[in-house]
Every structure is written in structure tokens, then in C-alpha cells.
């Protein structure tokens, strides 16, 4: 054995290089270091036998027992325990048996900190040890394993008047979501001293029940105790979407015992309310949906609030029976008050006029939505307004009324259009060029076929675009000439539009000579063109561009092999989905996604290893579809990838992928990373396989788990979903048990009431029974 | 013919009084095809993470996740006014055939489009100028992302008002060069004069039959410059008629990430006397970025001053 390192700053980073690599035989010298004096040291060392796992844990539960004449000593200890426990944490919970009762806090914290769900019953019987610091350990403990098998003793603590283990229990009982924490939590909003954090708690539950009593205590609440209470219910209408799909109970649960006093109350509690609260106290004013909070809310908005989007949201929901007033604000109000509340305007002909008087504001943006909505409105009556648009200054709003146009269609829109083609601006007649294509005017065509001829190349390339889609025989011909035209412009224009029209040899001929043309964007465009024609022989003709000059063509080339498909299509993309150019190896990659073949599969997984993280995140993507359990595997192992969008693609693909290896991968990560919305949502994308698999899942699933999984299941918000709850109250595991008897009891399907009924008699386990008998007393 | 750099796809004249539309039967919506219903555009995750890597490579405008609509929407009507139908298509055209950076240049002008009128938070603007005033001497202000004008315009105004103007040498500088030209014109969009002049700056602001304008002898007492703010030599460049005394840079690190906005900032502060000011807009703050920038507050204006060497 080596020379334990010298103390007193001795210890050096190369000596810890050193003991890095011995690896395990280094653990008696750095459990000795864990007091060296250096604070960047003593980080390190704690992380390295941090790193080496269980096999670190006896050495120092030992310093923990046996060595605690140093404070920093034992910290690091904890700390590296805390990292080191892995699948073995007996010898942790060893330490919690011990007679001294700072050994038994030291043990009880690390196996919280390590999130131990195996140390729960030994934690659970701490919470009633004797001595304080061990209790309020073993609250905390429970708070980070965030265990529902705690309820009883947490609820006996909160109830024990002990001020110093009471705090942190009502904390710990609203993380457990569990309904049984609900009436112990709601019996301290009178007791001062608890009254504030048991509100907070309550919010956390996302418990349709806690509704009521908080809602009740705002009646002679404080403005401060207001905005509490307001943060509470917002965070509990979230925490219930998250669990049961949607807040809309929450929100009538408030409404229903709202009053215009009340409203009142809360809305006077926005004065001094920083931005988070006063996007709460909004909330609020407008799940209450009375026409008394319009007031305050619109002041939010016109100050420029932060809350004003929440504003804005909350006064959507008050006015959904009074929209007269929303429609009156938006009409008075300023640009700042119509960009915020227009996208919030129910599509309704009524609101025609307000939002028709925003297309002359000030701001393009307000312009621009107030042509969305009125495109939303369906109501063709406005299409001659919105041709005054067409001329806006503002690009967006020129696109927006366009748009707006091609939506709403009208019996006047061909005669505006006709007379669009011939103003002198060439503004206008762009757009009018986009609208007759759009809507194939054959009364049109004339003017376009003049417009393909006029000197300005906009305008001759709007027109060219246009005449595919022209209800006329002369089109074609027409195209055909452009396409042979001597203006390079022009030639890749027509090749362009010919890739819109009908299968057709005399188009294909055309294309193929086009591949040839000597400007690169005619060689482009032929290339998708063809692909679109799809000849049989599409993928030879578009062979010889791959070598191409320019990138851009061979790079068309690829998107257009994509979409041709077939063995040849597929050869020439696999030769690319190895190229050392990232943009030609990304296009090809996408074409080899698209064939689902499973030499395709190989290739993508090969560059979901690559370093350019587009070119991961291309190749994940691509991964659609493919559902077999490499694929999983891989995609897997990218939801870790450092590059976040790459891991967003990877958890979105698995998502849509139906096996039961795709849903048991997910329910591993979710069991991994349950604060990970990215993993909640892929999981809650129903298929018959997803169903299955997290019937499977939570067979097995601890109460941690449990319900997360049906939390996805209630999100999916389909009754075959609902059936893989009610399948879930006839599995043998409890956890599962009472995780579907709680989402079953907000449903209110007779299928759900019935299951949760025959639960509260039937279940053989009383947890089961108690929670379904709540439920059931609430309805 | 040149077949690397040949025709575009379409007709790519900068026009600012033409606009296109997104249309097409057969376009689909979302992630490379012209978007057919109204509002907001999409754009698929792939296509956002390489045009913003092209955006941020080229021209140093970081964009986030959070972005992503915001940009969909400008580099959406950017590329349909251009005459393209598919995002992938205008990548390929920005990225292989846009040699001298036209294209990219009207697409970040889209992208940095940020208003701008006369008096525009004016408390930074009254202390710059407080500031020149006070050295009893020659100064020169620098005011970089300008766009349109209308902050070295409103500059020159005050400076005007308090008989200051022939003694301060104003530096203007935008990477547009279409903002530029608008700016060399004096002309005032209807926008401009949105918050009203106080009557003694209201004298420089005359009416003609084609609107409004910035009295010629105002918009010729400011140096024009075209330069953008990542590269590092054009920056330092406009230093060599002498260091400036006042830098304003408004509403422009915002659309930089913290490590080009470090960068510019070095920059900047060389082409800085010792001691000078800088002023950046009311909502963009430097101390996060452990520069050498020490924060200071006259009047209700904050602002930075280089330490002395």
C-alpha cells in the first residue's frame, strides 16, 4: 500500500491523478483525504469515490461510524455517499439502526439525497424517532424519494403540534400528490403558523379537492395571503393537468364559487404584486369568468405587464360568455392592447367590425393578426378589405392578407383578383398572380400568360408559377415555351412550375434535357421536378448531377432521389450517407429514413455517432418509423445527447413509435427522469402497443411510478386509455391500484364512476378503498 | 455561363415596395413548403437549427429554442418575397449562391428589424450628450446598429439644440446597407415621429409632398458607415480618425449570444477613449459578462464607462 497523502495542503491534483487511476485500490487514501483542507480537492476527491460506486460504500459508512472528529470529514463523507450508492444501500440504511443519533441523520440523509426507494420502510419509521434532528431527516428524506407510502406518519407529524417536524411534513405531504394529504393539510389554513406553507402545500397536491378550501379562505385573506393563495391554485390547476390531462375542473371548481366581492378582493391584491404573482392573481381573476375582472385584467395588459399574455389568457376565459366587452377593448384599445388580445378573440362573425378596424393600426404585427383572425372568423364578406392589404408596406402583412384571402375564398374574390391583375402595382399583382394560382382561375388566365411575358422578372416568375395550376389547356404549352426560354430566369421559373403539373412524357423529355441546362438553378429544379414526374427511370437521369458543379444541384439531386424512392433511388443515397460533406450526407440520410429498408437502419445509426449534431439530429429524425429495438436503443442513448434539440428529436421519435420495446424504453426514462416533460409527453401518445405497454409497466410500478404512468394515460384523453385505467384497478400491484383509482375518480364517464364504485367496496387493499371512498364523497 | 453562380431560383431584386404571399396548391405546411393556412409559419426542427447556424456563423445573430417562431416568421416572409416556395430551397441559395451576402444581408435586416424612431428612450441619448458637452472639447460619438437614422438623427438634434453639433464628430454605422441608404435619404417613415418632438427639435423636421424628412444639412453632419458589429477589424477600423469619446449600441447585443457579445464588446471598447461611455438600451444588461464595463446612472439613464487604463 502507497503513503497515505501528506495533510495540510500536501495533497496534490497529480497525486489525485494518481489515485484516480488505481481506481478501486485507491479507496482507503481517499476516504483518508476526505478532510484535506483545500476545498477544490476535497471536491474532487469526493467525486472520485463517488464514481466508484458500491464499492466505495462500507469504507465510508465506516468514517461515518467510527471517524467523526471532523466536520468537513463528514460532510464529504455524506456527500460521496450520496453519489456512490447504487444497487446495494444496505450498509446505508445499517447506519439509520445505529444508537447514535447523529450516525442515524448522517444515514438517513444520504439515502434521501440518493433517493433510495428501497430505504422507504426504514424511513417512514424514523419519521417517529425520538430525536428531532433523525425525524426531520427522515422527512426531508421522504420529501426528495417523494414515496405516497409515507400519508399516515406524515399526516400524524403534521398533526402532533411539533412546530420543528411539522414544517417540513406539510411540505413532504403535498409533494405526495396523494388525495389522503388533502383534509390534514386543509385543517391548518386557520392555524397561524402553518396557515401559509399548508396554502403553498395545497397547491402542490394539484388535488381537485384543495380547490374549494383555498378558494373559501380568500374571503378574508390578506392582499399578501391573496397572492399566496392565487400562486397555490395555479400551481395546483398545473400539477392537475399534468396528472389527469387538463385544468378545466380545477377552473369551474373556482367559478363556481366565485362571486363579484371576491373578484374584487383578489383584484386589489395586484397592487404590489411582483410579475409571477400578478400572472398568478390573472389566473385567477379569470377562472372566476365574471365580467367584474375585465378591468383589471385590461389594465395589466395596457401597462405592458409581464403578465400580460396571462392576462390576456385569463380574460379569454372571462369573457367566453361575454365576448361584447373583449371585442370593445380590442376596438378602443391601443396596438400593444390588440397584440395581445386578438390571438385570444373567439372566431365568431361578431367580432367582424373590432377586428376589421385593427387592419389600419399602427403596428404590422397587429395588422398581420387582425388578418389571421379574420381568416379564423370564415367570413368571406371581408375579402375586399383585406385586397386593400395586398399593398401594405409590411411584407407580413401583405403575406397575412394573402392568405387570409386564400382561406376565405368569397364570389368576389376572382372578379378582385382579375382586377388586381391589371393595377400598375407590382405589389398587388404579385399577390393577385398567387391568389388565381391558388384558386386556378380559368377566367385568369389571359392575364397571367400576359404577365409571363411582361419585363419585370417578378412578375414573369409569379405568372410562371401561377399557370400550373390554371384551370386552362393552354398552360402547358405555355410553360413548355418558358421552359426553352433564352432568359436563364425564366428557363428555371417554368422547370420549377412544370414540376406541378400533371405526369406528361412531353414534361418529362423536357426535364430530362433540362438536367443538362448550363445554369445551375434550371439543373436544380429539373432535378425536383423529375422526381415529382416520376418517371421510371427518374433515379439514371438524376445520377449524373450528384457529380455536379454546383452544390446546391447535388444537393437537389439528393432531396429529389428522397422522394424518388426504389432500389437505384436508394444505392446512390446510401453511397452519400457516408460522404465526409455534412450537407450532402444530411440529405441523404433524410431519403434512407424515408425507404424504412433495413440496410437504411444501419446507416443511420452509424451517423447518430457522428460529431456534427445536424447531422445526429437529421438522423435521429430519420429514425421515424423504424421501431425496431436498435433503433430504440439507439434513439435511447441520443436522449442524452448534449445537444438539446438532437435529444428532443430522439424522445419525439420514440414517442411515435407503437411497440412495447419502444413504451418500456420510455418507461424507463421516465422512471429516470421524472421532472422531464419531453419524456411525459412522448409516453402519453396513445397507440394499442403504448396502451399495452403501460398496462405491462405498471404491473410492476412502485408508487413513484405508478402514477406518472397513468398520469400519461389520463393525458391521452381517449377512452381506450380510459380502459387501460379501469384494466389497471384489476392488477395485482396496490401502486398501480391506487395511482388509476385516483385518476378514475376525476373521470366522468360512467365506465370511470362505476370502477371507482366497486373499488371503494371491493379493493383488498384499504389505501385503495380509502382513496376511491374520497372520491366518491367529493362528487 | 458561370455554372456555380448562376441565375437564382427566382427574382431576388431588393424592392421594399413589393411584397409576395405564401400560396400554392401544393405546398404543405410545416417544415420546407410554403405555409397556405394564415398566422404564424412553421418550421421543422432540422431546417432551424441550419439556417440558424448559417444566420450565427455568418452574421453572429444567435437564436434559441424559444426563438424558433419569431425567426419562422421573419425568414418565412423573407424568403417568399424573394420568390421561394421552400425554406430549403432559399438555405441552398443562401448558402451556395449569395456570394456577396445580398440576400443575407436583406434577410437579416428582416431579422433585426427593430423600430426605431426620433427621441427613442431619450434619457440614454440626453446623457450621451450631457456627456460630450461636459469635455469642452472636440468629441465624437459613435452610434452603431443604427438602421433607419433616426437615433444618430435625434443625436444631432440635441447636439444642434445645445450649439454643440459643428464640435462632435457622429459616426453611424448599420449593417444594412439598405437601412443605410434610407438613412442618407432623411426620409422619415410614418412611423418615425411616432412620439411627439418638443417644439425646439420640431424645426428640423420639414414636410414635402412626399412626407416627411430630416433637414439635409442634419442627416450630412453624421458619417455614414456600413459595418457590422462581429467582425472585429471593420469595428476597430472606424476608430482611426481618433477614439470615441461616446459609444451608443441600443437594442442590438440582444440578438447576440453572450460569447459574440463579449467579443463585439471587446471590440468596441478598443475603438473607446479611456473613461468613455457607452450606452446599450434600457433592457440589455452587461454584467453578467464580467467585461471591463463598470455600470453607472445619470438622470435616470443607465449606461457603462470603460475603466481607465
Redesign the interface.
Known sequence: MSTPPARDGALTAAELDRLEALGEAAIPELVDALDTPKWVLRRRVVRLLGDLGDHAVRPLCDVLRHRRDDEGRIAAAVDALALAVRDDDRPVVALTESDDPAVVADGVMVLGRARSAGAVPALVGLVRHADDNVALAAIEALGRVGSRAAIDPLVETVQSGNFFRAFPAIDVLGRTRDPRAVPPLVDLLDQAPYALEAIRSLGRTGDRGAVRPLVTRLQSASASLTRVIAAALADLERAYAERFGEGEPVRAEVRAAATDALVLRVGRALHGADEVEAAAVARLLGAFGRPSAEPYLLSLIDQGSAASEAAAAALEGVQREHQHSLRQAVAQGGSERRRVLLPHLTASRDAIEAVSSCLTDLEPEVRALACDVLARIGDPSVVPRLFDLLRDPSVRVSQAATAAIQSLGSDQTEQLTLEALGSSSVRLRRAALRIAGYFGYRSAFPAVAEAAALPDPRLRDGAIQALPFLDHPDGRRVLLERAEAADAHDRASAIRALGHVRRDPRVVEVLRRAVADPDAWVRYYAAQALARQAPADAADSLAPLLQDAAPQVRLGAIDALAMVQGDVAFQLLAGIARSADPESRRAALVGIGLSRRPAARELLLEAMRVDDPATRLVAASALTGHDEPGSVEALVEATRDPEPTVATAALAVLGGMRSLVATSALVDLLRQRPDDPRVLDALARWSPGRGQGLLVALEKADDDLAPLLTGALARMRRPEAEEVLVRALSLDNVAARKAAATVLAERASPEAHAAVMAAATADPSEEVRQICALALGRR | ?N?????????L?R????????????AGAGGGRV?????VPEIS??L???LT?LVEDRVGLHYG?ADRPVFA??V???A??A?F?SL??YY??L???DPEGAELDALTE?LVVNETYLLREPAGLQAAVDEVVALGRPARIWCGACSTGEEPLTLAMLLADRGALDDVHIVASDVSDWALARARSGRLG??SA?RALPPALQRWVVRDERGERVEPALVRAIDWRRVNLIEGEAVRALAQGGPFDVVVLRNVLIYFSDDTTRQVLANVSATMTPGGMLVVGASESLLRLGTDLRLEQRNGAFYYRKGDP
Not at chain 2, 3 to 11: A, E, F, V, Y
Not at chain 2, 15 to 26: F, L, N, Q
Not at chain 2, 35 to 39: C, D, N, R, T, Y
Open positions: 455561363m455554372r456555380d453562380r448562376s441565375t437564382p431560383p427566382s427574382h431584386r424592392d421594399d415596395a413589393d411584397a409576395g404571399s405564401p400560396s400554392g396548391p401544393t405555409p397556405l393556412a394564415p398566422g426542427t432540422q432551424y437549427v441550419i447556424g429554442p416568421a421573419k418565412w416572409a423573407r417568399v418575397d420568390g416556395e430549403m430551397d441552398y441559395y448558402r451556395y449562391d428582416a410614418p412611423r411616432r
